[in-house]
């Protein structure tokens, strides 16, 4: 997984503004010890030959909901997780069109920059890779014959809807704009910060140690008294409790922005 560093140090995820929340939710399930242990059996058997790249990954992300591609020459890359379409609504699903349904055909060349694609069951899974936040799309069937976008009714169909309008701006050349589930500033910081007080906590780091570092560096200063009475002390306490409950599970909000 990425290289180990010192927890004090913004996590490497800190220097991208296009961040969305699919990018946060890896951050934390590559912190998920029995999701490394997987990742790294999957990258030997494909390095061995033994499984192909694309079944590697289809198989964690059926495990996980969201993965790394496990392509060796790529490991660990951010911008290359794949995601689960029922899980997260800005994933852009193509099928073939129904019989009588006026739909063209889509030429490949119009999809511009694609980052990556694989195979993943009966589809082709592309990243697109674009300045303001990648687009993912899922496609059934061949570019050969006319396709329609699914739009499924969920708790939120507006976010795919506006994902799907996003795509459609990218084929007719337009501006396309952020992603519609980009976090706030202020969101995208703490989910960051849970990600430097999860290193920290699994570092061995103490609860003083990491208030100090990213609450307030007086606690040092702070007597036994004053330290356990604190609220720098509650709130280390509530974010540690956050962000391991991200990291074993709770990523999965965050495909729909929770």
């Known amino acids: 997984m990425p290289p180990e560093r010192d927890w004090r140090t913004p996590p490497e995820e800190a220097r991208d503004e296009t961040l969305q929340y699919s990018d946060i939710a890896m951050g934390y399930l590559s912190r998920n010890a029995r999701y490394r242990t997987e990742y790294r059996r999957a990258i030997g058997r494909v390095k061995r030959g033994a499984v192909k790249s694309d079944d590697a990954t289809a198989a964690l992300v059926l495990r996980w909901g969201i993965s790394f591609h496990t392509d060796p020459s790529a490991a660990f890359d951010a911008k290359l997780a794949v995601a689960r379409p029922s899980l997260s609504p800005t994933e852009i699903v193509l099928a073939p069109a129904l019989s009588g349904i006026a739909a063209e055909r889509l030429d490949p060349k119009s999809l511009g920059d694609i980052r990556a694609c694989i195979t993943i069951g009966d589809f082709r899974h592309f990243i697109l890779a674009d300045k303001d936040g990648d687009e993912h799309l899922w496609v059934a069937g061949s570019f050969g014959r006319p396709l329609a976008m699914m739009l499924p009714f969920e708790t939120d169909p507006l976010v795919r809807l506006a994902s799907a309008?996003?795509?459609?701006?990218?084929?007719?050349?337009?501006?396309?704009?952020?992603?519609?589930?980009?976090?706030?500033?202020?969101?995208?910081?703490?989910?960051?910060?849970?990600?430097?007080?999860?290193?920290?906590?699994?570092?061995?780091?103490?609860?003083?140690?990491?208030?100090?570092?990213?609450?307030?560096?007086?606690?040092?200063?702070?007597?036994?008294?004053?330290?356990?009475?604190?609220?720098?002390?509650?709130?280390?306490?509530?974010?540690?409790?956050?962000?391991?409950?991200?990291?074993?599970?709770?990523?999965?909000?965050?495909?729909?922005?929770?």
């Open 165 to 258: 309008e996003r795509f459609c701006r990218r084929l007719l050349g337009m501006a396309v704009g952020p992603p519609p589930l980009r976090p706030t500033q202020f969101r995208r910081h703490h989910l960051l910060t849970l990600l430097q007080v999860l290193d920290g906590h699994d570092a061995g780091a103490t609860r003083r140690e990491l208030a100090a570092a990213l609450i307030d560096r007086d606690v040092r200063d702070y007597s036994a008294a004053d330290w356990n009475g604190s609220r720098e002390r509650k709130r280390i306490s509530r974010w540690i409790k956050d962000a391991v409950e991200l990291r074993d599970g709770g990523y999965i909000r965050l495909l729909r922005g929770g």
